[in-house]
């Protein structure tokens, strides 16, 4: 019996549809070695969604707090939905597209991408963006983002960006081909080596100092978001010595937080409160903390939420003690790995 001609055009249409989905994941970056950034936003999808507290923003919460310790010391189940070069208003959909699936009861937004209206850098539009899940929310965030010369398409299928990427692929381009391998303990990138801050130089004046529009409309959408759903926005400035952080930009935040009544905290300013030596405590000279300085602004900021937010220790709860006991020893290992690798005593 003869196959309908229907039937072996749905057929070579379905084997082609599954050879190019699977050229494209063979040719994406997996960021499993090196930068391994571009895999954090990806990972949050694999977590059981009850987190007390989200922290969105870039470099400066992903290494700069460590969930483990807020576990650990506060009973506070938290998840860092962090990426390199966040932009403010990648910050925003990666935060609306998270109450998809929970309500936290607070949220830590780092204010540091205040100085950027529109985005810089597709590399870093990508490593934001290709892990979220789509819907209606990813969407947006890729319109928003998106810089002249980029295409939705090439967002839509990745395969036309990464379709030259035939020669820098590597042994983990076929290993994690359907997964990859966690990077990061919910959200947080571990340093243990240091680097002490050397003579780190003033900003040059700039022309302008306000924020854009566009920024200030993001935060507003954000503030608003957590406000409309009972969540406690908390706005804060990482202690990183650089980019420099102007007294004028300073002052417009420290204004705005009072006009919409949040919280905002200054870590910059709150050195000696938080015990930060910037001769021990950072990896790069001043710019991230590394995992003694990280532990240190986990602990500040814990009792400051345990003394000025609704959040509960949660230990005595045998289900998520039980997540955190497995998310702890895989913490405690990679601390010794580190430890091991740098030639550090602890």
Known sequence: MKQKPYIRVVASALVILVTLGLLQRLLMPKYVDGIVEGAFVAEYYKEVKDHDLLFVGDCEVYENFSPAVLWQE?????YIRGSAEQYIFQSYYLLEDAFRYEKPQVVVFNIQSLQFSEAQNEAYNRMSL??????????????????????????LFPILRYHTRWSQLEKTDVEYLFDTKPVSFN?????????????????????????????????DKMADLCEREGVQLVLI????????????WE??????????????????????????????????????????????????LGTWLRENTALTDRRGEEALSARWEEKLAAYEAEKQRQYEYYGITP
Do not use: C
Request: proline share 6%; no cysteine.
């Open 74 to 78: 506060f009973g506070v189940n938290s």
């Open 251 to 300: 002052e417009q935040v420290e204004q705005y937080a009072a006009q919409r009544g949040l919280p905002y905290l200054n870590f910059l300013e709150l050195q000696e409160e938080t015990g930060i030596d910037y001769e021990t405590d950072t990896y790069d000279g001043g710019l991230h903390m590394n995992l003694s300085g990280a532990e240190k602004l986990s602990r500040w």
């Open 237 to 248: 400035k990482a202690p990183s010595l650089y980019p420099y952080w102007y007294p004028q």
């Open 130 to 155: 290709e892990g979220m899940k789509w819907s209606p929310t990813k969407v947006k965030a890729i319109f928003a983002s998106m810089k002249e010369g980029e295409h939705f398409l090439d967002y």
């Open 187 to 219: 959200g947080y990138y571990m340093r243990v080596d240091a680097k002490p801050a050397g003579d780190v130089p003033k900003g040059k004046p700039l022309a302008d100092y306000s924020f854009g529009d566009n920024a200030w409309k993001y935060l």
